[in-house]
Structures are given as structure tokens and as C-alpha cells.
């Protein structure tokens, strides 16, 4: 073969990643459905109104496999929300009906035997690859004597007159080779759409690695407040009269299933599966419910608990002279209720996170990715292809001025509490926080005008929508939702609380208006890429990028602390009473919380990726 024809078989072989979907097509660079050829498909010849006709029964039983899976999931959910709801209206003190309960046992007991499923049947034997080339393919080294040093290319074996170095793992190249004029070419099966069939593999899209910490984080939050359930039991004999012991079994069950749900999602988080699809799709769905259902029983479970209790100190409190004989179940604070406030929001974001990756990792069922050699990267190089360097080049400033500012928040948040428990002045407290909050998100927003600013140099990318960007939308109608009721109740309240609704309200009109600006600036940053080598060797607005993820870190910090806020401001609560409140706080408070610690996850995928000029989403 001559080099002139190599260069263009080169050419012609290297292409972009593609998809093949379970329905024996291929999708092209415009999206449209290119039929496979036999040889594609890897069956031998047969009339091609057979082929057709099996196609179409392929594709009409996995339509139907997908419309059962999400009838059933639909069903799951619903079911949570309706036991939960009956469960939080109908049920007295010292009364156990157990549906809701039986009904969570079969769940976290299904999700555990879907898990152990995927353990043993699909994943058994199965490894993380980074490198799914075809193990033939070797390297020829032809070196002109005027010129030492040139990048090998792979192709496949085909004589003994030159060395062969096989490209696996580390490659080890031998200079001295008869000298030749030109490289070898790529082999024409270095492109191979994997997972096999009947197989899977470790190739697709995958979770941001900071996502996955985070969920690692809240599911340590989630067992925490399982383990203090426990613990309540056993803690006074007022309530081991009030709970039955199947509350206990239900903990239990919860905290193993977020232990081996979390292992299994951060390691297989990239998972193709090509085998058992039927099986594999119903067992992800029931993962999939078994989150969305924990997310809404938890909310409603929690609201009627916290009014429950509040409800009995209220009604305690106007009738001081109630007989010790009726006690009741909520008159003990235990050690759930008193850290539930902070540690509940961990169960309903860990649930998000982990409803979103398993999302993810159903799309990719029955998908076969086409791996293709990284022309641009020399197989000489040590250095993965896309791969980022770790340090802080070009963001220096915006590290250090964003920690001195979350140094100066962590101080505030201190001298909140002890103003509020030790020196008992809840108004002073309150006004030290409200006005630390605003002159943070000031800063805040004010940088991210300028950064929108310094992004515009970098190229667009189009019709690019991932994963984080879904779940940041989602966040942000949580806060929106939440920032809108407390604008009502604090301009309601202006005459009668005087300052502090002041203060309450113009910390909510720079909140809305800082997370549409972030929210903006972020789903911009994440289509962008740099554009040529100049932006990549100066990096514009990565000094701001740096400030604002250390500031949404100690936004997310101060966010934590929302319910112990509003436990101190008044005037919420007497504008909408305990139950709506407590359902608003239940229901909108982890999504606002999981906005802020989001955006800074976003932010750090911009601070990877947006200063690349080779790389695409």
C-alpha cells in the first residue's frame, strides 16, 4: 500500500464517537438513523425481509420493555406519596398501621436484590477499562534518517520485515529499525463499537467526579440521621412505647441500601449494558422509584413530624396546667428530631443525585459507544487523551480572595450563634446574618457579571445539554419556589417587625436576582470551550471562576443553617402557620440548599473543561 493511500485511509477511518442503539441503527453526526450492514451486526447472510422483520420485533419488544418499566416505576412513585400523605393525616400517637412501612421494606429489600443482581449476574468478572482498543493492534515505527522523532501510528501485523510494538497499556518503541519514509496507517478495526454483544463495559458518558463525591457526602448525612433513628429507639421509654420495632427494621434497611447504592453508582457510574436488557431496565427503574419515593416520603414525613411536635409545645405552652398522666410521643427531644432540621436535606439531595446517575445509566442500556483512536495525542505521550492538569494556574487570586471570604462567613455564622443561644439576643443575631448574607451575594453577583463578560471570547458550543445542567434547573426552581413564599410573608410583615423584615426582604430580592444571573453564567460556561491557543495559555475568567466556586461553597454552608434562621425569624411563621410552613420548608429547603452546592460543582466541571480546546462534551 503506498503512503499517499495510507494517509487517506487514515483519514477516512478516524471519526467521531457514535452511538448504536438497540434498535439496529447507527446514529450519524446529523442525528439520523443510518440502517447497519450485516457485517455490523455480525450475522451471517439472510433475506433482508427476515432482517427487517426481526429488526422490527426488536424494536417494538424494547418499546414495550421501556413503557412497562416506567408504568411500574410511575406506580412506585405514586404509591409513596399517597401511603406517605395517608400515613401523615390518619395516623394518632401510639397507632401503627404499617403500610407505609411494609411498603418501604419492599422497596429498599427490592433495590437491594436489583443491586446484588447487578453484581453477580452482569458485573461478575467485568473490570474498569480505560483502554477498549483492539488488542491486535501494533505499531510501526519508519524512521527517516533526517527526521529522529516521529509519532507512531497503530496498524495491524502484516510481515516480519519491521518491529511490531504492541499498543496496550505503556508502549515501548525500538529505534533501531531499518530508517522508512513514512508512518504505518490505522488499522481499519481500531474503531470497535463496545460493549460486545451480550457484554458490557465501562464507556459511557459518566458523572462528574465532584457530583459523585457529593452524593458520597449526603449519603453520610443520610446514614447519620438513620443511625440516630436507631438510636432514638433505645434512647427513652417514652418512645420505645411510641415507635413499633419496624420503624427500627426500616432504618436499618435504608442505611444499607444508601451504603451499597452509593459504592455501586461511584464505581459503575460509566456502566454499558448489553446483556440482559429486559432485566437489567426493570432493575434500574426500581432503583430509580425507590429514590424519587424516599425524596417525597421523607419531605411529607417530615413535615408532619416537625408539626406534630411543634404543635404539641404550642398547645403546651397556652395550657400550662396539663396532667403528666397524657404524655405524649412527641414530649421527648430526642436526638433525631434535634438534628433532623440539618441532616434531612442529606436524604432528599442524596436521592436527586442518585435518581439523576441512574437515569443516566438507563439511557445507555442496550447502547453500543464506538471507541476511536485519539489521533491528537502521541502514543508516546504518558498523559491520558483529555486529560487536565490538576494545578491552579491562572487562578491564584480568585482562590485566596474567595477563601478569605468563607473564613469572614464562617466567622459570621459563629458570632450568629452566639448571639442567638448564648447570649440570648436572637434580633442582634439575626441582623449579623442577614447582613453577612447580603454582602455576600453582592460580591457574588457582582463577579459573575464580570466573568459573563471574560466568557464571551470562548467558543460556543451548540445544542449541548448535560446531565448537571438538568439538575441545576431543577434545584433552581426549588429556591425559586422558596424565595418567592418568603418574599410574600416578609413584605406582609414590614410594619410589624420593622428591620429585620427589612433585612429578610432584601436578602430574598438580591437572592432571586444572584441565582438567575449564576444559573445564566453557568449554563453558559458549561457549552463553552476555548477557541484557539492563545485562550488556552491565558485562560480568561478562571481567577473569577475559582472565587465563585469558593463562594458557593460558603453560600451552600450558610444555606445549611436555613431552618435553625427561620426558627429565629418570627414573622414567617406567623404569617402562614405551622403546617404550610413546615411543608414549605420540607419540600423547598433541600432543593434550595442542593442549588448552591450544584452551581459549585458546575462551576468546577467550567474550571476543567472550559480552557480546552481539543475536548468535547
Not at 433525631?336 to 440539618?342: H, I, L, V, W
Not at 404550610?580 to 460543582?601: E, G, Q, T
Request: net charge negative; hydrophobic share 45%; glycine share 6%.
Amino acid at each position: 500500500m503506498s503512503d499517499a493511500e495510507s494517509e487517506h485511509k487514515m483519514a477516512d477511518e478516524v471519526e467521531d464517537e457514535d452511538k448504536v442503539v438497540d434498535n439496529g441503527a447507527m446514529l450519524d453526526d446529523n442525528n439520523q438513523e443510518v440502517p447497519l450492514t450485516k457485517m455490523d451486526h455480525g450475522v451471517s447472510e439472510m433475506p433482508s425481509h427476515l432482517s427487517v422483520s426481526k429488526r422490527n420485533h426488536s424494536v417494538h419488544r424494547s418499546a414495550l420493555t421501556k413503557l412497562l418499566c416506567g408504568l411500574y416505576a410511575l406506580l412506585l412513585v405514586v404509591f409513596g406519596i399517597v401511603f406517605s400523605v395517608a400515613n401523615a393525616l390518619t395516623v394518632k400517637e401510639r397507632q401503627h398501621l404499617y403500610y407505609l412501612e411494609v411498603f418501604l421494606i419492599y422497596l429498599y429489600l427490592g433495590s437491594l436484590g436489583v443491586l446484588l443482581y447487578f453484581q453477580i449476574c452482569i458485573l461478575r468478572g467485568v473490570r474498569v477499562r480505560n483502554n477498549y482498543f483492539d488488542n491486535n493492534i501494533r505499531v510501526v515505527i519508519r524512521r527517516d534518517q533526517d527526521n529522529l522523532q516521529l509519532t507512531p501510528s497503530p496498524t495491524r501485523k502484516q510481515d516480519n520485515e519491521h518491529q511490531h510494538i504492541i499498543v496496550d497499556g505503556e508502549e515501548t518503541f525500538d529505534s533501531r529499525k531499518e530508517p522508512m519514509d513514512q508512518m504505518s496507517t490505522l488499522s481499519t478495526r481500531s474503531q470497535m463499537a463496545v460493549p460486545a454483544d451480550g457484554e458490557v463495559a465501562h464507556v459511557g458518558e459518566g458523572i462528574n467526579f465532584y457530583l459523585r463525591l457529593g452524593a458520597l457526602a449526603f449519603s453520610i448525612g443520610s446514614v447519620t440521621l438513620d443511625g440516630f433513628h436507631i438510636a432514638s429507639y433505645f434512647e427513652t421509654e417514652n418512645t420505645t412505647t411510641c415507635e413499633s420495632y419496624i420503624f427500627t427494621v426500616v432504618y436499618v434497611l435504608h442505611l444499607i441500601f444508601t451504603f451499597i447504592q452509593t459504592f455501586f453508582l461511584f464505581k459503575n457510574h460509566k456502566l454499558v449494558i448489553d446483556k440482559n436488557k429486559a432485566s437489567v431496565r426493570f432493575g434500574l427503574m426500581h432503583l430509580l422509584a425507590t429514590n424519587l419515593a424516599v425524596w417525597f416520603v421523607t419531605a411529607i414525613t417530615e413535615t408532619a413530624e416537625d408539626f406534630k411536635q411543634q404543635n404539641y409545645f404550642a398547645i403546651r405552652n397556652e395550657n400550662t396546667s396539663m396532667e403528666g398522666n397524657s404524655r405524649s410521643c412527641y414530649e421527648d427531644v430526642t436526638l433525631a428530631r434535634t438534628a433532623s432540621p440539618y441532616l434531612f436535606p442529606c436524604t432528599i439531595i442524596y436521592s436527586i443525585i442518585a435518581s439523576g446517575i441512574i437515569y443516566r445509566m438507563y439511557q445507555y442500556v442496550g447502547v453500543k459507544v464506538t471507541q476511536r483512536w485519539p489521533s491528537h495525542t502521541s502514543l508516546t505521550s504518558s498523559v491520558p487523551a483529555g486529560a487536565v492538569g490538576m494545578d491552579c494556574e491562572k487562578a491564584n487570586k480568585g482562590l485566596f480572595t474567595g477563601l478569605l471570604v468563607a473564613v469572614v462567613t464562617l466567622i459570621a455564622i459563629a458570632t450568629f450563634f452566639v448571639f442567638e443561644s448564648r447570649l440570648n439576643h436572637p434580633h442582634t443575631a439575626i441582623k449579623i446574618f442577614f447582613v453577612m448574607e447580603i454582602s455576600l451575594i453582592i460580591i457574588t453577583g457582582s463577579c459573575i457579571l464580570f466573568g459573563m463578560l471574560r466568557f464571551v471570547q470562548l467558543r460556543f458550543l451548540e445544542n449541548y445539554l448535560s446531565l448537571d445542567a438538568v439538575l441545576l434547573v431543577i434545584s433552581l426552581g426549588g429556591a425559586y419556589i422558596y424565595l418567592s413564599f418568603m418574599l410574600i410573608s416578609s413584605a406582609s410583615m414590614v410594619e410589624v417587625h420593622g428591620v429585620i423584615s427589612i433585612l429578610s426582604l432584601a436578602v430574598i430580592c438580591v437572592g432571586i436576582l444572584e441565582s438567575t444571573l449564576q444559573a445564566i453564567f453557568i449554563l453558559d460556561g458549561l457549552c463553552r470551550r476555548a477557541d484557539n491557543d492563545g485562550q488556552v495559555e491565558s485562560k480568561p475568567g478562571r481567577a473569577i471562576v475559582t472565587f465563585l466556586l469558593v463562594c458557593n461553597l460558603a453560600l451552600w454552608v450558610v444555606s445549611m443553617f436555613e431552618i435553625k434562621k427561620t426558627m429565629v425569624v418570627p414573622f414567617h411563621l406567623e404569617f402562614y402557620g405551622i403546617l404550610p410552613w413546615n411543608i414549605m420548608l420540607h419540600l423547598c429547603v433541600p432543593l434550595f440548599i442542593y442549588f448552591r452546592f450544584h452551581s459549585a460543582i458546575c462551576l468546577s466541571k467550567i474550571w476543567y473543561h472550559a480552557y480546552q480546546k481539543e475536548r468535547n462534551p
